[in-house]
Each structure stands twice: as C-alpha cells, then as structure tokens.
C-alpha cells in the first residue's frame, strides 16, 4: 500500500522554529533550553521531511521512467518475437525447397546413373561386336584381294580371246574354263555394280 505524500506549507515550520526562539530567549532556564531543543527538531524534522518528499518525487519519477522502459522493451520483445517466427516459418520454408530440390537431384542423378550404366553395357556389347566384325573381317582379307575395275574388265576381255582361241582350236575344255573364268569376272562386276548403286 503506497503512502499518500502531501507537499509540506511553504516555511511554516519557520514561522514555528522563529517563535520558539524568541520564546526561549524570553524564558530561562531549562524551559528556554527546552524550547531552543524543540526549535532544533523542528527544523531537523522540517529538513528531514523535505528531503523525504524530494526522494518521493524522484523515487517516483524514475518508476515513471522504468515502467516507460518496460513497455518500450515489452513492444520491442513482441517485435523481436514476431521477427522470429516469420524466421522460422521462412527457414522451414526454405529447408522443404531444399529437401525436395535434393530428392529431385537424387532421383535425376540415379536415372542418369541408370542410363549411364545402361550405355556402358549397351558400349561393351558394341565393342565386343566391332572386336568380331573386325577379326571377321580380317580373316575375309586374308581370303580376298582387291582389284581395280578396269583391271576385272581387261581380264574379262582376255578371257572372250581365249574361249574364241581355243574356240578355233576345238579346245572344247579349255575354251569352257575360259568361258567359267569371264563369267565370274561378270558376276563379280555385276555385284559390284549393284553394291554402288
């Protein structure tokens, strides 16, 4: 419960203090002293009192003061908490995009995986095969040779001279074995001809 303070009258207790006095120097003996004694407290209560009231007023003033800043410092909490929470929305926020971002990559990164060990697969089962058509082809070269088109025409000419000589002759064998020989050439020509067309 708070003490109700009311302001002390201007100076009465000086009117008071000076009338004692006068009193005291009036009457003599232990009565003067008693009112010179009296005269001394009142003026001490006097200053007490005042000092009493300008405390009160200062105790007062700086309560104004710290419920002013209490307030001030409730308002800024209260903002500082809303700040917060809008962090922490934002953060969780922030945290699900990354999340999903990161399943995302994970599953484009084992697709890609996938297709990648799928190439690889897909890569050896091709090596392997140029690996047969290459020995397949270089047994063929062993068993081939190349030989230019004009040359195949002239020896097929060659071959019509022959059969006609022994033709002449009545070489029956070997004008049929010339004969087998420009047919072949012919043959090879025409598949020649048809692979370039």
């Known amino acids: 419960m708070s003490a109700t303070v009311v302001p002390l009258p201007p100076k009465p207790s000086s009117e008071t203090v000076d009338f ?5 120097s009036m009457v003599s003996g232990r009565n003067g002293e008693m009112l010179l004694r009296a005269a001394g407290l009142i003026e001490s209560l006097a200053q007490r009192a005042m000092t009493a009231e300008r405390l009160y007023h200062q105790t007062q003033e700086e309560s104004t003061r710290h419920v002013e800043l ?4 409730e308002l800024a909490s209260d903002a500082m908490v809303g700040q917060i929470e809008a962090l922490r929305t934002q953060l969780a926020e922030v945290t699900a995009a990354a999340a999903a971002e990161r399943a995302a ?10 297709l990648m060990q799928h190439a690889e697969s897909h890569i050896g089962k091709l090596t392997t095969e140029l690996d047969s058509l290459r020995a397949s082809v270089e047994s063929f070269n062993e068993t081939v040779v190349s030989v ?9 000419t060659q071959f019509d001279v022959l059969s006609a000589g022994f033709a002449r002759k009545g070489d029956v064998i070997s004008q049929a074995m010339s004969e087998i020989g420009g047919f072949a050439i012919d043959q090879a020509l025409t598949v020649k001809k048809t692979d370039t067309a």
């Open 148 to 156: 230019p088109i004009e040359v195949l025409r002239l020896a097929r």
């Open 105 to 114: 990559f994970d599953t484009e990164r084992n697709k890609l995986l996938g």
């Open 20 to 24: 004692l006095r006068r009193m005291a």
């Open 70 to 73: 209490r307030e001030a410092a």
